[in-house]
């Protein structure tokens, strides 16, 4: 399978961005999904996390209550919605795809086995 996100850009602070994670491939609804992002000298951290099914989703406690992560398994799609963004949460962010093993709180970068390219997030004060 391979991941490709899409839509960051250059937010101002308090505003929203919402990306994407296109995923090739037919097994893509039987994998947990997350949302990690490395911020510039820092390491890659995670953000969220979503169940196969969609039905139970995990986030960082830095991001919870701003951030929503979702999918549609019809469409191998899996989204970030940002909302009332912080200059702290510039980064590069990165879909991810879960082993079968994986977990839905996984939160673990060694949990992941395919990684999507990245899609650098701006957020300006």
């Known amino acids: 399978v391979q991941l490709q996100a899409s839509g960051g850009g250059l937010v101002q602070a308090g505003g929203s961005l919402r990306l994407s994670c296109a995923a090739a491939?037919?097994?893509?609804?039987?994998?947990?999904m997350g949302w990690f992002r490395q911020a510039p000298g820092k390491e890659r951290e995670f953000v969220a996390a979503?169940?196969?099914?969609?039905?139970?989703?995990y986030y960082a406690d830095s991001v919870k209550g701003r951030f929503t992560i979702s999918r549609d398994n019809a469409k191998n799609m899996v989204y970030l919605q940002m909302n009332s963004l912080k200059p702290e949460d510039t980064a590069v962010y990165y879909c991810?795809?879960?082993?079968?093993?994986?977990?839905?709180?996984?939160?673990?970068?060694?949990?992941?086995?395919?990684w999507g390219q990245g899609t650098e997030v701006t957020v300006s004060s």
């Open positions: 991810a795809r879960g082993t079968i093993a994986t977990r839905w709180s996984a939160d673990g970068l060694w949990e992941y086995d395919v």
């Open positions: 491939g037919r097994t893509f609804s039987n994998y947990a």
């Open positions: 979503i169940s196969w099914s969609g039905g139970h989703t």
